[in-house]
């Protein structure tokens, strides 16, 4: 028997090796953190897998596109049919593409079933992350019904012990869910149409000797999240759309692409995942100016003023906000005709009338005036029954003949498969764009999918945003785009690469905010975390919060404040103008580098950001101490050989070897129960 080939992958951390057996396709060797070059399976891998009593006689490891009906008892990658034939699949032959260094392509037929797939595998060395997807083609006769196709199959080691998830709500983001694994397959899905609260495309797996992997989903529909243990102890994780019954029926000569599927992994645990997948997040974004600039501080009118806009009131703020320092005015909703509450108007995207006699240019022109960026609310995607659009196209929403209309906040969605919807909002928004000068949107949608069309539209409705979002980008390429939907319900490695902010959550308490923020920075990078400095009392919980807390634990983000000006004492826009100086001296520290997260017993959390040789300690407290003395807070990332300068909210404190800092740890003084604390560590 000849040697069986290999094929590897190796990033800076992680590496990927598959074996290429003649006549099927790539079986997974490796994924995990970085093997040496040359370190390569010492034999194929049947050959180190004696048969097991009451097993087929051909051997069926895991592959990069496993099979069904054909051997493989696990999982398979695709789920898909012709009239009830061709069920069963397995690869009979491959060829291996490379594309440059970092990538393979995996041209896989299936001779049988005539069901070729593509697998694009790209090993990325800036970034550290596997970047999987699949196109699969219909070349056989009849229509295929494809009921499940898998983004990416990885495997994780023998020794994967735990996965965490998000989950979670409206006004209530990111819920941490620790889920120990077992030969149970674990399997989390999102079927409301749109990423959702309370199923975040990804998670993180932790294995006993401390690695972590992580995948994430770079999609803004339903989804799949499983991982499945297997015969020999690993398991293996998939990830991909989850599709509606006939949802998917491709015609012959029709094919079909999976959204990308990222995956990371480290040795040094899930900080190291979080730092790859920031890095990877960087990567996909797309800025006006080809690169990021400073983080503007935001006022957004929402909280201080719902749907009661008066236009003479809301230059005062814009005045007030010029004042402290705010960068970027953004009207929220309630501004266009007749939305004078969330029960009329989506739809009708022009100045309400009463409200703005003489349309938003005065405001616009008085915000800009100020030196200050104009930005708007839209909700493109949405539809209110009490609308001239609705009156005119009560088509144009989303429904199923003989089924009820299921409103959520008083709204329908519009059907953005069909051309004329996209090009009524394309040409509404750019009517917009073009008579004012709005340099941001904030994009939002704010309820769950049904009725999604007589065949289910779904993918093609994520789609339809996708692209109506790159057609006003390449219209309006200075403008940038926030992602919201009721807060927190579209955060993903997908709708990033039309965007630049996330709207985190709904609940601007700062106490709910940590837990929520700690979760968004697992996937995603701290200077699209939009992050308010809110009223107090919080609209969302009713808890009362300090200036100083509230400005502190939203000063790592992507910085705003979301309250009536005019309600703030003194001291209070003191303290507020302050802080927003404070962000702006400190936000490309904040923005740039690498993000560590932890927390020591009695409440304090902690996160640092930039690089080891110079760090910003971002400390929290959420509630009073427990102990007499304080904990330290060890730092396992500071360099061991250097000595540290060490100072805390500006002023000079003392000398630290990094060896004490990262073993001992930093003595933290007493704070009150909700406080933030900021150190800066500078090697000497
Ligand atoms: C959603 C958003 C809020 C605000 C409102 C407006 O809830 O998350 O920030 O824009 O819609 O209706």
Same mark, same amino acid.
């Given at each position: 028997?000849?040697?069986?080939?290999?094929?590897?992958?190796?990033?800076?951390?992680?590496t990927?090796?598959?074996?290429?057996?003649?006549?099927?396709?790539?079986?997974?060797?490796?994924?995990?953190?970085?093997?040496?070059?040359?370190?390569?399976p010492?034999?194929?891998?049947?050959?180190?897998?004696p048969?097991?009593s009451?097993?087929?006689?051909?051997?069926?490891?895991?592959?990069?596109?496993?099979?069904?009906?054909?051997g493989?008892?696990g999982?398979s990658?695709?789920?898909?049919?012709?009239?009830?034939?061709?069920w069963?699949?397995?690869?009979?032959?491959?060829?291996?593409?490379?594309?440059g260094?970092?990538?393979?392509?995996?041209?896989?037929s299936?001779?049988?079933?005539?069901?070729?797939?593509?697998?694009?595998?790209?090993?990325?060395p800036?970034?550290?992350?596997l970047?999987?997807s699949?196109?699969?083609?219909?070349?056989?006769?009849?229509?295929?019904?494809?009921? %499940? !196709? *898998?983004? =990416?199959? @990885?495997p /994780?080691?023998?020794? $994967?012990?735990?996965?965490?998830?998000?989950s979670?709500?409206?006004?209530?983001?990111?819920?941490?869910?620790d889920?120990?694994?077992?030969?149970?397959t674990?399997?989390?899905?999102?079927?409301?149409?749109?990423?959702?609260?309370?199923?975040f495309?990804?998670?993180?797996?932790?294995?006993?000797?401390?690695?972590?992997?992580?995948?994430?989903?770079?999609?803004?529909?339903?989804?799949v999240?499983?991982?499945?243990?297997?015969?020999?102890?690993?398991?293996?994780?998939q990830?991909?759309e %989850? !599709? *509606?019954? =006939?949802? @998917?029926? /491709?015609?012959?000569? $029709?094919?079909?692409?999976?959204?990308?599927?990222l995956?990371?992994c480290?040795?040094?645990?899930?900080?190291?995942?979080?730092?790859?997948?920031?890095?990877?997040?960087?990567?996909?974004?797309?800025?006006?100016?080809?690169?990021m600039?400073?983080r503007?501080v935001?006022?957004?009118?929402?909280?201080?003023?719902?749907?009661?806009?008066?236009?003479?009131?809301?230059?005062?703020?814009?005045?007030?906000?010029?004042?402290?320092?705010?960068?970027?005015?953004?009207?929220?909703?309630?501004?266009?005709?007749?939305?004078?509450?969330?029960d009329a108007?989506?739809?009708?995207?022009?100045?309400?009338?009463?409200?703005?006699p003489?349309?938003?240019?005065?405001?616009?022109?008085?915000?800009?005036?100020?030196g200050?960026?104009?930005?708007?609310?839209?909700?493109?995607?949405?539809?209110s029954?009490?609308?001239?659009?609705?009156?005119?196209?009560?088509?144009?929403a989303?429904?199923?003949a003989?089924?009820?209309l299921l409103?959520?906040?008083?709204?329908?969605?519009?059907d953005?498969?069909?051309?004329?919807?996209?090009?009524?909002l394309f040409?509404?928004?750019?009517?917009?764009?073009?008579t004012?000068?709005?340099?941001?949107?904030?994009?939002?949608?704010?309820?769950?999918?049904s009725?999604?069309g007589?065949?289910?539209?779904?993918?093609?409705?994520?789609?339809?945003?996708?692209?109506?979002?790159a057609?006003?980008?390449?219209?309006?390429?200075?403008v940038?785009?926030?992602?919201?939907?009721?807060?927190?319900?579209?955060i993903?490695?997908?709708?990033?690469?039309?965007?630049?902010?996330?709207?985190?959550?709904?609940?601007?308490?700062a106490?709910?905010?940590?837990?929520i923020q700690?979760?968004?920075?697992?996937?995603?990078?701290?200077?699209?975390?939009g992050?308010?400095?809110?009223?107090?009392?919080a609209?969302?919980?009713?808890?009362?919060q300090?200036m100083?807390f509230?400005?502190g634990?939203?000063?790592?983000?992507?910085?705003?404040?979301?309250?009536?000006?005019?309600?703030l004492?003194?001291?209070?826009?003191?303290?507020?103008a302050q802080?927003?100086?404070?962000?702006?001296?400190?936000?490309?520290?904040?923005?740039?580098?690498?993000?560590?997260?932890?927390?020591?017993p009695d409440?304090?959390?902690w996160?640092?950001?930039?690089?080891?040789?110079?760090?910003?300690?971002?400390v929290?407290?959420?509630?009073?101490t427990t102990?007499r003395?304080?904990p330290h807070?060890?730092?396992?990332?500071?360099?061991?050989?250097?000595?540290?300068?060490?100072s805390?909210?500006?002023?000079?404190?003392?000398?630290?070897?990094?060896?004490?800092?990262?073993?001992?740890?930093?003595?933290?003084?007493?704070?009150p129960?909700?406080?933030?604390?900021?150190?800066?560590?500078?090697?000497a």
């Amino acid at each position: 028997m000849p040697p069986p080939e290999y094929l590897c992958l190796h990033s800076r951390n992680c590496t990927a090796i598959w074996e290429l057996p003649p006549g099927e396709g790539p079986l997974w060797r490796y994924w995990g953190p970085r093997l040496p070059d040359g370190a390569m399976p010492p034999a194929a891998l049947r050959s180190q897998r004696p048969e097991p009593s009451f097993s087929l006689h051909f051997d069926q490891p895991l592959s990069v596109f496993p099979g069904v009906g054909l051997g493989w008892f696990g999982a398979s990658a695709l789920l898909a049919h012709r009239g009830g034939g061709d069920w069963a699949q397995a690869t009979t032959a491959t060829r291996v593409e490379p594309v440059g260094s970092d990538t393979l392509r995996f041209h896989l037929s299936d001779d049988v079933a005539h069901i070729p797939a593509i697998i694009t595998a790209r090993l990325d060395p800036a970034t550290d992350t596997l970047t999987l997807s699949t196109t699969l083609s219909n070349v056989g006769d009849g229509v295929l019904d494809v009921q %499940w !196709l *898998a983004a =990416g199959n @990885v495997p /994780l080691p023998e020794d $994967a012990q735990s996965v965490r998830s998000f989950s979670g709500r409206h006004n209530s983001e990111f819920v941490a869910l620790d889920d120990a694994l077992s030969r149970s397959t674990w399997r989390r899905e999102n079927r409301r149409g749109l990423t959702s609260h309370d199923c975040f495309p990804g998670a993180v797996v932790t294995c006993a000797d401390g690695t972590a992997f992580g995948a994430q989903l770079a999609w803004s529909g339903n989804h799949v999240n499983q991982i499945e243990w297997c015969d020999d102890g690993r398991r293996h994780w998939q990830m991909g759309e %989850w !599709l *509606a019954p =006939g949802e @998917v029926r /491709l015609a012959p000569g $029709a094919s079909i692409t999976t959204p990308e599927l990222l995956a990371t992994c480290s040795a040094e645990g899930a900080n190291s995942v979080a730092q790859a997948f920031h890095k990877a997040i960087r990567a996909r974004m797309k800025w006006p100016k080809g690169e990021m600039t400073p983080r503007k501080v935001h006022l957004n009118t929402w909280e201080g003023w719902y749907f009661a806009h008066d236009q003479a009131a809301l230059k005062d703020l814009a005045t007030a906000g010029a004042a402290i320092g705010i960068e970027r005015f953004v009207l929220d909703d309630g501004w266009f005709h007749r939305r004078n509450g969330d029960d009329a108007g989506l739809g009708d995207w022009w100045a309400d009338a009463g409200k703005y006699p003489d349309g938003l240019a005065p405001l616009a022109d008085h915000v800009t005036g100020l030196g200050m960026e104009f930005g708007l609310w839209v909700e493109p995607e949405m539809l209110s029954p009490d609308s001239d659009l609705y009156r005119a196209h009560p088509d144009w929403a989303l429904s199923i003949a003989g089924r009820p209309l299921l409103a959520a906040r008083n709204q329908l969605v519009l059907d953005l498969t069909r051309p004329e919807v996209s090009d009524y909002l394309f040409g509404r928004i750019a009517a917009l764009l073009e008579t004012l000068r709005v340099a941001y949107l904030k994009w939002d949608h704010n309820r769950d999918l049904s009725t999604v069309g007589a065949q289910a539209l779904y993918r093609r409705q994520v789609h339809g945003a996708y692209a109506l979002m790159a057609r006003i980008r390449a219209a309006f390429p200075m403008v940038e785009i926030e992602a919201c939907a009721g807060g927190g319900g579209r955060i993903d490695a997908g709708i990033i690469t039309h965007t630049h902010r996330f709207w985190a959550s709904d609940c601007i308490d700062a106490v709910s905010r940590v837990a929520i923020q700690r979760g968004f920075l697992q996937f995603m990078p701290p200077e699209i975390m939009g992050s308010h400095v809110g009223a107090s009392l919080a609209h969302s919980t009713g808890r009362m919060q300090g200036m100083a807390f509230r400005a502190g634990v939203a000063t790592p983000g992507h910085f705003g404040v979301e309250l009536d000006l005019r309600k703030l004492t003194e001291a209070e826009t003191t303290e507020l103008a302050q802080n927003i100086a404070r962000y702006k001296r400190l936000r490309h520290r904040f923005h740039r580098g690498r993000v560590w997260q932890g927390e020591t017993p009695d409440h304090i959390v902690w996160q640092a950001h930039g690089e080891p040789a110079s760090l910003l300690l971002h400390v929290t407290r959420t509630q009073p101490t427990t102990q007499r003395h304080q904990p330290h807070l060890r730092l396992p990332m500071l360099d061991r050989a250097r000595q540290y300068r060490v100072s805390r909210d500006g002023a000079e404190t003392f000398m630290a070897s990094g060896a004490w800092l990262a073993s001992v740890g930093l003595p933290m003084p007493p704070m009150p129960g909700e406080d933030v604390m900021l150190w800066e560590l500078t090697a000497a």
